[in-house]
Nanobody
């Protein structure tokens, strides 16, 4: 059973910074892409940033230049550094990892429980 645990959310003033982390534990063979998504009340869950297993990254246009995604493969961890936060960044943030459970099997998406980020003065 794979579990993803997130940390680092909270309340921050506009212009401030937060760092989110997500660590996977349990039985795994390999982790592929890792990413962060967010969902505001009444809206769909959208991609924020994603990083492949070789380090290629992609960002939503709204966060380019402000957010940075990184991964530590040895620690099964993905991080999201968020700078110059804006009120419109307020949402629940979810990490996602594509995990191959055993050699020769297909990857499947696993999700964290979500962590709230609120940007307000």
């Amino acid at each position: 059973q794979v579990q993803l645990v997130e940390s680092g959310g909270g309340l921050v003033q506009p212009g401030g910074s937060l760092r989110l982390s997500c660590t996977a534990s349990g039985s795994m063979y390999r982790i592929g892409a890792m990413g962060w998504y967010r969902q505001a009340p009444g809206k769909q869950r959208d991609l924020v940033a994603i990083i492949t297993n070789i380090g290629n990254t992609n960002y939503a246009d709204s966060v380019k230049g402000r957010f940075a995604i990184s991964r530590d493969n040895a620690a099964n961890t993905v991080n999201l550094q968020m700078n110059n936060l804006k009120p419109e960044d307020t949402a629940a943030y979810y990490c996602m990892m594509n995990i191959v459970p055993k050699s020769g099997t297909n990857p499947s998406a696993h999700w964290g429980q979500g962590t709230q980020v609120t940007v307000s003065s």
